[in-house]
């Protein structure tokens, strides 16, 4: 990517893939997180929402959103695939790592769910960016 750039190629004509292999661990019980006056996150998927509680150091948002609805889209869980990105529609989070998304991507509220954590307060994600409803 950084070749092309330096030869004037237009990044949006670039495409790359990155595969990562990691242990998918289960989110913990989250019933205990919900008296504690943790943040909440609402998933939007399919067009439905779902609500749960979110610890800030706890796992990346993405387990969070399948511990409520199992359906939602994955693959690497290290920041390479874009299959787990969402839209932050409300709230901030921060990334660890990015891989995937562009900058533009970013700046227009995209997130990797698998390497995204909240910042603060309740978010909104909404996973219905893909095309459509759903993946």
């Known amino acids: 990517q950084q070749t092309l750039a330096g030869l004037g190629v237009d990044p949006g004509r670039v495409h ?6 990691e242990r998918i661990d289960a989110v913990e ?6 008296a504690s006056g943790l943040p909440t996150m609402t998933v939007t998927l399919d067009g439905r ?3 749960v ?12 959103a399948r511990s409520v609805r199992p359906e939602v889209p994955f693959a690497c869980k290290g920041g ?26 970013i700046a227009g509220g995209l997130i990797l769910s698998c390497q ?4 603060g307060g309740d978010i909104e994600v909404s996973y219905d960016v893909h095309g459509g409803m759903g993946r």
Do not use: I, Q, W
Request: aromatic share 8%; hydrophobic share 40%.
């Open 16 to 21: 790359a893939e990155l595969f990562f292999d």
């Open 29 to 34: 019980d989250l019933a205990e997180a919900a």
């Open 53 to 64: 509680t979110v610890d800030p150091n706890g796992p990346p948002l993405l387990d969070y």
């Open 49 to 51: 929402r779902s609500v």
């Open 116 to 119: 995204a954590h909240p910042v």
């Open 80 to 105: 390479m695939c874009a299959t787990c990105k969402c839209l932050v529609t409300s709230g901030d989070v921060r990334m660890e790592k990015n891989y995937a998304l562009t900058e533009a991507e």
